[in-house]
């Protein structure tokens, strides 16, 4: 080994060393701990395979090095197996400073790779870096060789294409930046490795050099990148080259053409020649400078830096804002001059508003794209992120919220909702020191940072927009509080029209009531005083007496429903309805609810049917309640359909509840009493035109019966809802009735509540007029026999 060599390769460590240093002394405040560890791993491993390479070809085999050597392994071997070991460290690494979600089974994986051949080295029968060990490939006994290279493989196709992806969906140019440029070191780093790697041997030791010298040249990029902030932009590189190549040419064109001019021109000499040239000086500099003019602005817009009239655009957009009332028009002009003056893709604003704790509440202005619609951030009273805008009054960049070691403390909502904005900047909207919005901007057309220059516009159209937007949202304010005040007059004037008909209600009630107490009580009065006088004068008979005192039971049972439906309201209004919870059939309920109306049915021929009842699964529910709720809803149906129609009741079990639905053709509900009608003593029509009887097509009663239904099926856990498009007597629309029970009710409804004495004496009442009765007969055969 000659001595340029060993001053190369010396030169090489020092620099590797050089390297460490300034990695490990360099204030790292913006660091993570993973880029310096696998980083200073990846530059430790390059270090000592440098110093490798000066040692003999035949160190393992004789001398003082010899030691350092197991087994079978050679230095040629260890060059290899080092220069892989770079590799390993240095793929952890990528996707490391790429910040790419990966599995700790790549470290493994290509730790497993390394370590393969490392072990096979120190075997003996391998020529792993022996002099054309690449060219052996294939040969039976060789495949370390090919498991390296196969390696190699992966790792240079994977990588570059992870950091192009990475660059390639970067929302922040600076992200994008470090992308590229981490994407050029790849194949350099790459290369280099595997040149020193084929040429271990030291049969070429040039071509190692050249290797060792470009992978030395691709880590200390790595190592700046990671220890600077903020890379060199290459694509702006790339762009002003080409300008200045663009200017170059134009001006060597010129300047070629004049020379060319003058040389086929002039052949005169003295004074003449002079002339002359100066006439070919003068043409050649009227041409040039409108050319260069107009390439230099060619060359500014492929680099990206068009850059308007600020001054000029500043003063219209004042103009503009200040006579802006509305959000929507405010948003649009301000998103507008963001894209003409700092060239951004997307604009946005934010409005700002404090918690009495301090902290802050943003939302993006309406008008905005529908992304951001129904966006909400918090900014505690101590985050960075808020001293930064409300207190400091400075922008912020995307960048340094992502990386800035200033806001590694900022929480993970707050990233997560400036993340969502896809924004790159943010200035604060002060009035008189007070925060009150954020005005946005997103990435650049050309794909270039913002420079202090941008931020310095930014805040400039902020400052601005301050006065602009506080006005703004005072008029906002000012028409939501004028909607509201609308919206509160109409709920004032439909809660005062529905005071006025439960008004009403109570004057019908006491019409009603009055009626229904009035006539059995009549009724008894009547019939008693006919058997006194009767008796009086000997003339009863038991024939007489018996019809007698049939008529006056049936006046004491009338008024005893009353009275009955009167305590049950009672009870709903104290929420102490009683309820004793059992295992039933819907079937059984529903059958149990018609059969008392069956006489009434055949009497009107209405055609009543069910449906899909039987299939429905068991319920956990009070028989005798569930069954007056449905006889109560059956019965409403029957009142308000013609003779002659139709009920259908049909019931299918959804989710975990089953649903009943009681169809009728009816003359139908209007929608303004929907709600209405589950009200006590609630009458849709005008009780001195409704007949006496209960079970009549608009037959009276004291319109407690739905109260009492939605109190029972409400204290089941259920609902009870009624749907009809209008009331027509002609045209007869119909109401349908849904009714919705849990298959079991919650824990709430599980209770049995002590009732009174009169309460108990109608139940014992009612219990022994049910055990007289005859059994229930199946929904279809009464519907058979209603149909007749």
Same mark, same amino acid.
């Given at each position: 080994?000659?001595?340029?060599?060993?001053?190369?390769?010396?030169?090489?460590?020092?620099?590797?060393?050089?390297?460490?240093?300034?990695?490990?002394?360099?204030?790292?405040?913006?660091?993570?701990?993973?880029?310096?560890?696998?980083?200073?791993?990846?530059?430790?491993?390059?270090?000592?395979?440098?110093?490798?390479?000066?040692?003999?070809?035949?160190?393992?085999?004789?001398?003082?090095?010899?030691?350092?050597?197991?087994?079978?392994?050679?230095?040629?071997?260890?060059?290899?197996?080092?220069?892989?070991?770079?590799?390993?460290?240095?793929?952890?690494?990528?996707?490391? @400073?790429?910040? %790419?979600?990966?599995? $700790? !089974?790549?470290?493994? #994986?290509?730790? +497993?790779? =390394? &370590? /393969?051949?490392?072990? *096979?080295?120190?075997?003996?029968?391998?020529?792993?870096?022996?002099?054309?060990?690449?060219?052996?490939?294939?040969?039976?006994?060789?495949?370390?060789?090919?498991?390296?290279?196969?390696?190699?493989?992966?790792?240079?196709?994977?990588?570059?294409?992870?950091?192009?992806?990475?660059?390639?969906?970067?929302?922040?140019?600076?992200?994008?930046?470090?992308?590229?440029?981490?994407?050029?070191?790849?194949?350099?780093?790459?290369?280099?490795?595997?040149?020193?790697?084929?040429?271990?041997?030291?049969?070429?030791?040039?071509?190692?050099?050249?290797?060792?010298?470009?992978?030395?040249?691709?880590?200390?990029?790595?190592?700046?990148?990671?220890?600077? @902030?903020?890379? %060199?932009?290459?694509? $702006? !590189?790339?762009?002003? #080259?080409?300008? +200045?190549? =663009? &200017? /170059?040419?134009?001006? *060597?064109?010129?300047?070629?053409?004049?020379?060319?001019?003058?040389?086929?021109?002039?052949?005169?000499?003295?004074?003449?020649?002079?002339?002359?040239?100066?006439?070919?000086?003068?043409?050649?500099?009227?041409?040039?400078?409108?050319?260069?003019?107009?390439?230099?602005?060619?060359?500014?817009?492929?680099?990206?830096?068009?850059?308007?009239?600020?001054?000029?655009?500043?003063?219209?957009?004042?103009?503009?804002?200040?006579?802006?009332?509305?959000?929507?028009?405010?948003?649009?002009?301000?998103?507008?001059?963001?894209?003409?003056?700092?060239?951004?893709?997307?604009?946005?604003?934010?409005?700002?508003?404090?918690?009495?704790?301090?902290?802050?509440?943003?939302?993006?202005?309406?008008?905005?794209?529908?992304?951001? #619609?129904?966006?909400?951030?918090? &900014?505690?009273?101590?985050?960075?992120?808020?001293?930064?805008?409300?207190?400091?009054?400075?922008?912020?960049?995307?960048?340094?919220?992502?990386?800035?070691?200033?806001?590694?403390?900022?929480?993970?909502?707050?990233?997560?909702?400036?993340?969502?904005?896809?924004?790159?900047?943010?200035?604060?909207?002060?009035?008189?020191?007070?925060?009150?919005?954020?005005?946005?901007?997103?990435?650049?057309?050309?794909?270039?940072?913002?420079?202090?220059?941008?931020?310095?516009?930014?805040?400039?159209?902020?400052?601005?927009?301050?006065?602009?937007?506080?006005?703004?949202?005072?008029?906002?304010?000012?028409?939501?509080?004028?909607?509201?005040?609308?919206?509160?007059?109409?709920?004032?004037?439909?809660?005062?029209?529905?005071?006025?008909?439960?008004?009403?209600?109570?004057?019908?009630?006491?019409?009603?009531?009055?009626?229904?107490?009035?006539?059995?009580?009549?009724?008894?009065?009547?019939?008693?005083?006919?058997?006194?006088?009767?008796?009086?004068?000997?003339?009863?008979?038991?024939?007489?007496?018996?019809?007698?005192?049939?008529?006056?039971?049936?006046?004491?049972?009338?008024?005893?429903?009353?009275?009955?439906?009167?305590?049950?309201?009672?009870?709903?209004?104290?929420?102490?309805?009683?309820?004793?919870?059992?295992?039933?059939?819907?079937?059984?309920?529903?059958?149990?609810?018609?059969?008392?109306?069956?006489?009434?049915?055949?009497?009107?021929?209405?055609?009543?049917?069910?449906?899909?009842?039987?299939?429905?699964?068991?319920?956990?529910?009070?028989?005798?309640?569930?069954?007056?709720?449905?006889?109560?809803?059956?019965?409403?149906?029957?009142?308000?359909?013609?003779?002659?129609?139709?009920?259908?009741?049909?019931?299918?079990?959804?989710?975990?509840?089953?649903?009943?639905?009681?169809?009728?053709?009816?003359?139908?509900?209007?929608?303004?009493?929907?709600?209405?009608?589950?009200?006590?003593?609630?009458?849709?029509?005008?009780?001195?035109?409704?007949?006496?009887?209960?079970?009549?097509?608009?037959?009276?009663?004291?319109?407690?019966?739905?109260?009492?239904?939605?109190?029972?099926?409400?204290?089941?856990?259920?609902?009870?809802?009624?749907?009809?498009?209008?009331?027509?007597?002609?045209?007869?629309?119909?109401?349908?009735?849904?009714?919705?029970?849990?298959?079991?009710?919650?824990?709430?409804?599980?209770?049995?509540?002590?009732?009174?004495?009169?309460?108990?004496?109608?139940?014992?009442?009612?219990?022994?007029?049910?055990?007289?009765?005859?059994?229930?007969?199946?929904?279809?055969?009464?519907?058979?026999?209603?149909?007749?």
């Amino acid at each position: 080994m000659d001595q340029a060599t060993i001053f190369v390769l010396a030169g090489l460590a020092s620099g590797y060393v050089a390297l460490v240093a300034i990695l490990l002394g360099r204030n790292t405040r913006r660091f993570t701990i993973g880029s310096r560890r696998w980083i200073g791993l990846t530059l430790g491993a390059a270090l000592l395979q440098t110093l490798v390479w000066l040692l003999p070809a035949d160190a393992h085999a004789a001398g003082p090095p010899a030691a350092l050597f197991v087994g079978e392994l050679t230095r040629p071997a260890l060059g290899v197996l080092l220069a892989n070991l770079v590799l390993v460290f240095f793929s952890v690494q990528t996707l490391r @400073y790429l910040r %790419v979600r990966f599995t $700790r !089974l790549w470290p493994v #994986a290509v730790l +497993v790779w =390394w &370590l /393969v051949p490392a072990v *096979a080295a120190t075997q003996p029968g391998f020529r792993l870096g022996e002099a054309g060990w690449l060219g052996t490939i294939g040969e039976p006994g060789e495949w370390p060789g090919l498991w390296v290279a196969a390696g190699w493989m992966v790792l240079g196709a994977m990588l570059p294409l992870v950091a192009f992806a990475v660059f390639y969906r970067a929302d922040l140019p600076e992200v994008a930046n470090r992308a590229l440029f981490w994407a050029f070191l790849i194949p350099v780093v790459l290369l280099g490795a595997v040149v020193s790697a084929i040429f271990s041997a030291g049969d070429a030791v040039e071509m190692a050099l050249a290797g060792l010298v470009m992978q030395f040249g691709g880590l200390m990029g790595a190592t700046y990148s990671v220890w600077a @902030y903020r890379v %060199v932009d290459l694509r $702006r !590189l790339l762009r002003d #080259a080409l300008a +200045v190549g =663009w &200017l /170059v040419a134009i001006s *060597a064109g010129v300047v070629l053409g004049a020379l060319l001019v003058t040389d086929g021109l002039v052949t005169a000499g003295g004074a003449r020649r002079q002339l002359a040239l100066g006439g070919v000086a003068l043409g050649a500099a009227l041409i040039h400078v409108p050319l260069y003019a107009l390439a230099r602005r060619l060359a500014r817009r492929l680099g990206g830096r068009v850059e308007p009239e600020t001054a000029q655009v500043l003063r219209r957009f004042s103009e503009r804002i200040t006579a802006a009332v509305e959000l929507e028009t405010l948003v649009e002009i301000t998103q507008r001059t963001l894209s003409r003056v700092l060239g951004v893709r997307r604009g946005g604003l934010l409005l700002a508003s404090y918690d009495p704790d301090g902290a802050l509440h943003l939302e993006p202005a309406p008008g905005q794209v529908e992304r951001l #619609a129904g966006l909400r951030g918090r &900014l505690a009273s101590d985050s960075p992120v808020l001293d930064r805008l409300a207190r400091q009054h400075a922008p912020l960049l995307q960048y340094d919220l992502d990386f800035g070691r200033d806001y590694r403390l900022v929480g993970g909502d707050e990233r997560a909702f400036f993340q969502q904005m896809r924004m790159s900047a943010y200035a604060p909207v002060s009035v008189q020191g007070r925060l009150i919005g954020v005005l946005c901007a997103g990435a650049k057309l050309s794909d270039d940072p913002f420079t202090a220059r941008d931020l310095e516009l930014l805040m400039a159209l902020a400052n601005q927009v301050g006065v602009a937007l506080r006005n703004a949202r005072l008029v906002a304010d000012l028409r939501r509080r004028e909607a509201e005040q609308a919206e509160l007059n109409r709920q004032l004037s439909a809660t005062k029209e529905q005071l006025e008909r439960l008004d009403s209600v109570k004057t019908d009630f006491v019409t009603i009531a009055s009626h229904e107490l009035r006539t059995p009580l009549t009724q008894i009065r009547g019939y008693s005083d006919i058997m006194e006088a009767m008796n009086e004068e000997g003339l009863l008979d038991h024939d007489q007496i018996a019809s007698m005192t049939g008529n006056l039971r049936k006046a004491a049972d009338r008024l005893e429903s009353l009275i009955e439906a009167m305590l049950d309201v009672s009870q709903l209004d104290v929420d102490a309805m009683d309820l004793h919870f059992a295992t039933l059939s819907v079937d059984s309920v529903m059958r149990g609810a018609i059969e008392p109306l069956m006489e009434s049915i055949k009497s009107r021929k209405l055609m009543v049917s069910a449906r899909g009842l039987r299939a429905l699964p068991p319920i956990q529910g009070d028989m005798q309640r569930l069954a007056q709720a449905f006889r109560n809803v059956v019965l409403n149906a029957i009142k308000y359909t013609p003779d002659g129609g139709r009920i259908d009741i049909t019931g299918r079990l959804q989710d975990d509840e089953i649903v009943i639905a009681v169809r009728d053709s009816g003359i139908g509900i209007d929608p303004k009493n929907h709600e209405l009608i589950f009200e006590k003593f609630f009458r849709t029509h005008d009780p001195g035109l409704h007949s006496t009887g209960t079970t009549k097509f608009l037959g009276a009663g004291p319109g407690l019966g739905l109260t009492i239904a939605r109190g029972v099926i409400e204290g089941h856990g259920g609902r009870i809802w009624v749907e009809s498009e209008r009331e027509d007597r002609e045209a007869l629309p119909g109401s349908t009735f849904w009714i919705a029970l849990p298959l079991s009710p919650p824990a709430g409804a599980r209770r049995v509540v002590a009732i009174g004495r009169e309460r108990q004496a109608i139940e014992q009442r009612r219990r022994t007029r049910t055990s007289d009765a005859v059994r229930m007969p199946e929904l279809p055969d009464a519907a058979a026999r209603a149909g007749r």
